[in-house]
Each structure stands twice: as structure tokens, then as C-alpha cells.
């Protein structure tokens, strides 16, 4: 079993997550991307996805908002997570929080990633458990800055 497969959530969606997150998910590998992208919409979420730095520019160009949360490798085939995220903020589409997710996990990519802005550099392969835990504590700082 993958370790994103995983059954919807059961119950009221606001116990679980009292606000729904519009997440621009990063990834170039299919399967992983495939499992991430159904992992949150099962959790109630709105992903949009990339496979690339520039589909993900483009999407947020195109939807002219910005993301909740962007989740994004940091290897990817045209770029890299770190310059995705400067560049979504250098036109204006700078997302409210940033995690990055990677097989890359020594103490200097984790200092890049935190330097570039990622609030959580989560190292490759990540549990449904560990996504679920980052996903909360993510909605709790931005309905914290919203006042909720």
C-alpha cells in the first residue's frame, strides 16, 4: 500500500480542519503528485498542481490569486523548489505559508530551504500522518493571522 492511500475523512470537516486550504502542490514525480493531489482532496482541500517550475508559475499567473500553501519538491526538471518560491513572491503570487518536501535533508538544505522561506522542509518519503500534522499546523497559523 502507497502511503497515501487513505480513506475520506469521516465526520464534520470543521473538527478535522476548520478551514480549507487552496494548495499549489509542486511535484514531478506522476504517482507521487497522482497520491499527494487525492491525499488532500480527500481531506477536504483545493489542490491545483505542477509538474515544474513553470507550470506552476503559470497556474498562479493564470488564476491571478495567491495560494494558501505551496508544497513543493525541491528537484525539479526545469528549477528548483527554492527559486519557485522567490519567483511566485517576486510576481505578487507569494503564498501565505511554504513547505517544502524533498529527498534532500542535510542541515544545508534545510537552512536553504528556511533562507528561501519554507516555513517546514519535510524529508522524502513523508507519512499520511506527518502531512496531516503539517496541514493542521498550517491552517492554525493562517486562521491565526486572520483572526479566526
Not at 517544502?100 to 528556511?114: N, Y
Amino acid at each position: 500500500m502507497h502511503p497515501f492511500e487513505c480513506d475520506p475523512p469521516q465526520g464534520n470537516d470543521c473538527e478535522r480542519s476548520p478551514r480549507i486550504l487552496h494548495i499549489l502542490l509542486v511535484e514531478d514525480h506522476d504517482d507521487t503528485r497522482g497520491r499527494m493531489e487525492l491525499f488532500l482532496r480527500a481531506h477536504g482541500h483545493r489542490a491545483r498542481v505542477a509538474a515544474g517550475v513553470q507550470e506552476a508559475l503559470d497556474l498562479a499567473a493564470t488564476l491571478g490569486t495567491r495560494f494558501d500553501l505551496l508544497l513543493s519538491d525541491l528537484r525539479l526538471p526545469d528549477g528548483n523548489g527554492w527559486d519557485l518560491l522567490r519567483r511566485l513572491e517576486q510576481g505578487g503570487w507569494r503564498p501565505q505559508q511554504a513547505v517544502a518536501v524533498s529527498g534532500w535533508g542535510s542541515d544545508t538544505d534545510v537552512a536553504k530551504s528556511k533562507s528561501a522561506g519554507f516555513g517546514t522542509h519535510l524529508v522524502k518519503p513523508i507519512t499520511p500522518q506527518v502531512l496531516e500534522a503539517v496541514l493542521a499546523r498550517v491552517t492554525e497559523v493562517i486562521c491565526a493571522k486572520k483572526g479566526r
